[in-house]
């Protein structure tokens, strides 16, 4: 994807987004004007990826602060603590939305003295400072990535950590992104990913926009391909990153570190210091979004199982710390044992 193609901006008093379930055949935008609606794109998965649903939220928190009718500052922050409540509960795996909305209540409430039109001004603000704080760590995250990135090789990805999944340039196709721009021969292996494709869909176009060499597989081919040898390495995004640096990420990301290990093969999480939540010390406590069978059962609208056949969706899973090589944060790169090292990122030392 271009820097300029974005994914979620303010405009008109609306927070506007790239309709990302109608991608890529069709650039639908939409401008979201009630709260409501903010929250249905982040659940229905309009906006999707851990660093987007984030700024998303706190343009969400924006727009109630600039539609409220509340007089005085304590009115107007109990209105953004009810907002953050519910976006919150719109998809519970992505700890950088939970993230994005504390930091928005809180900065509000670090204004209430002076104010209701300085907390509704300044959370405006606000919410842009985190849209471009996410578009630097991205960039940061390439540079730190890149070196990771063979000089002439193959890279695997699953799910889509791309521009469209942040603010741009994405977090796993940051590295990619750089390594190419760098002049490294890179050929990136797309998993499909099923049930939602967000490769098949997201990762395949936005590489294809960059002119970034590609080869979509549907996500059971992984195995076969490394066993031929033709991945050199993987690199995936996370929705969250816990103290001892167990990973969770979209489904399937579990059993492509486990062939990654048994073919011998490196494999890099990125993801900007805000996917780190050290308040958990392990992945079990990691809460997994479970989402509608019908995503499963059916293909674009259309039924691809019998009709009352029941079909599990988690759309998450954890990836052991054992399995994960090194973690590539907008701070640095991090490596095993992971613990010191994420507390260092967190704490900016
Ligand atoms: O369900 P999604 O599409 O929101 O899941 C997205 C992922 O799993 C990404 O890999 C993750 O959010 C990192 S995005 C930079």
Same mark, same amino acid.
């Given at each position: 994807?271009?820097?300029?193609?974005?994914?979620?901006?303010?405009?008109?008093? *609306?927070?506007?987004? $790239?309709?990302?379930?109608?991608?890529?055949?069709?650039?639908?935008?939409?401008?979201?004007?009630?709260?409501?609606?903010?929250?249905? &794109? $982040?659940? !229905?998965?309009?906006?999707?990826?851990?660093?987007?649903?984030?700024?998303?939220?706190?343009?969400?928190?924006?727009?109630?602060?600039?539609?409220?009718? +509340?007089?005085? *500052?304590?009115?107007?922050?109990?209105?953004?603590?009810?907002?953050?409540?519910?976006?919150? +509960?719109?998809?519970?795996? #992505?700890?950088?939305? +939970?993230?994005?909305?504390?930091?928005?209540? &809180?900065?509000?409430?670090?204004? *209430?003295?002076?104010?209701?039109? &300085?907390?509704?001004?300044?959370?405006?603000?606000?919410?842009?400072?985190?849209?471009?704080?996410?578009?630097?760590?991205?960039?940061?995250?390439?540079?730190?990535?890149?070196?990771?990135?063979?000089?002439?090789?193959?890279?695997?990805?699953?799910?889509?950590?791309?521009?469209?999944?942040?603010?741009?340039?994405?977090?796993?196709?940051?590295?990619?992104?750089?390594?190419?721009?760098?002049?490294?021969?890179?050929?990136?292996?797309?998993?499909?990913?099923?049930?939602?494709?967000?490769?098949?869909?997201?990762?395949?176009?936005?590489?294809?926009?960059?002119?970034?060499?590609?080869?979509?597989?549907?996500?059971?081919? *992984?195995?076969?391909?490394?066993?031929?040898?033709?991945?050199?390495?993987?690199?995936?995004? +996370?929705?969250?990153?816990?103290?001892?640096?167990?990973?969770?990420?979209?489904?399937?990301?579990?059993?492509?570190?486990?062939?990654?290990?048994?073919?011998?093969?490196?494999?890099?999480?990125?993801?900007?210091? !805000?996917?780190?939540?050290?308040?958990?010390?392990?992945?079990?406590? $990691?809460?997994?979004?479970?989402?509608?069978?019908?995503?499963?059962?059916?293909?674009?609208?259309?039924?691809? #199982?019998?009709?009352?056949?029941?079909?599990?969706?988690?759309?998450?899973?954890?990836?052991?710390?054992?399995?994960?090589? #090194?973690?590539?944060?907008?701070?640095?790169?991090?490596?095993?044992?992971?613990?010191?090292?994420?507390?260092?990122?967190?704490?900016?030392?």
């Amino acid at each position: 994807m271009s820097d300029e193609l974005r994914t979620v901006w303010w405009e008109n008093a *609306a927070v506007c987004l $790239i309709d990302q379930r109608r991608l890529p055949h069709e650039q639908i935008i939409l401008h979201c004007t009630e709260l409501e609606s903010v929250a249905h &794109a $982040i659940k !229905s998965m309009q906006v999707r990826g851990a660093p987007a649903i984030g700024c998303t939220a706190a343009y969400g928190m924006a727009l109630v602060a600039q539609k409220s009718a +509340a007089t005085s *500052a304590d009115a107007l922050l109990d209105e953004l603590a009810a907002a953050k409540d519910v976006l919150d +509960a719109q998809r519970p795996t #992505a700890v950088n939305l +939970a993230w994005a909305t504390r930091r928005m209540l &809180a900065y509000g409430q670090g204004l *209430a003295a002076a104010g209701v039109a &300085a907390v509704r001004e300044g959370v405006l603000n606000e919410a842009h400072t985190i849209l471009a704080e996410d578009l630097a760590m991205c960039h940061a995250i390439g540079r730190h990535g890149a070196e990771l990135i063979p000089e002439r090789g193959h890279v695997l990805t699953h799910c889509n950590a791309g521009g469209l999944a942040t603010a741009g340039y994405g977090t796993a196709l940051a590295p990619i992104r750089t390594a190419f721009n760098d002049g490294h021969a890179v050929h990136v292996f797309v998993d499909e990913t099923r049930p939602f494709l967000q490769g098949a869909r997201l990762t395949a176009w936005e590489l294809q926009q960059a002119g970034i060499p590609l080869t979509l597989i549907t996500d059971n081919m *992984a195995g076969f391909m490394m066993r031929r040898g033709e991945i050199d390495c993987v690199i995936v995004g +996370a929705d969250r990153i816990v103290a001892n640096g167990d990973v969770a990420n979209k489904i399937g990301t579990y059993s492509v570190a486990v062939l990654a290990q048994a073919h011998g093969l490196p494999f890099y999480v990125a993801a900007p210091s !805000s996917t780190i939540d050290l308040s958990l010390a392990h992945g079990d406590l $990691i809460p997994i979004e479970e989402r509608s069978s019908e995503e499963v059962t059916h293909l674009a609208g259309v039924a691809i #199982a019998p009709e009352g056949v029941t079909a599990a969706h988690p759309a998450f899973d954890v990836t052991p710390h054992t399995l994960v090589t #090194a973690i590539i944060t907008e701070r640095g790169v991090v490596y095993p044992p992971f613990a010191d090292g994420l507390r260092a990122i967190v704490s900016g030392s």
